[in-house]
């Protein structure tokens, strides 16, 4: 069984960066694919950003050229650098990771992000 943790949300205001976090324990091999998901106020559930086994990142149109997903392997973390933060940006950020190796996959409880003035 893999726990998940996301952490680093917090309330930032129009322009700024926030770095969360998602780290996972338990059963991990140190090979996993990770998707960020966001869900704002009023919205869908979004899919902001995915890294795959190798390393591969796709990001949302929304989010490219302002967010970089990135990991440690060493750590069993992921990253998200959100960086020129707008109100749209708001939402709960959930992570989902998935270990290739022992095939658990794993919610994370997600971290808000508030982006406002």
């Not at 929304?62 to 933060?85: C, E, H, P, W």
Request: one cysteine or more; aromatic letters at 10%.
């Amino acid at each position: 069984q893999v726990q998940v943790v996301a952490s680093g949300g917090g309330s930032v205001q129009p322009g700024d960066s926030l770095r969360i976090s998602c780290a996972a324990s338990g059963t991990v091999s140190g090979h996993f694919a990770v998707d960020w998901y966001r869900q704002s106020p009023g919205k869908e559930r979004e899919q902001v950003a995915m890294m795959d086994s190798g390393g591969y990142v796709s990001l949302a149109s929304s989010v490219q050229g302002r967010f970089i997903m990135s990991r440690d392997t060493a750590k069993n973390t992921v990253y998200l650098q959100m960086n020129r933060l707008k109100p749209e940006d708001t939402g709960l950020y959930y992570c989902y990771w998935a270990d290739i190796e022992y095939g658990a996959s794993q919610w994370g409880q997600g971290t808000q992000v508030t982006v406002s003035l």
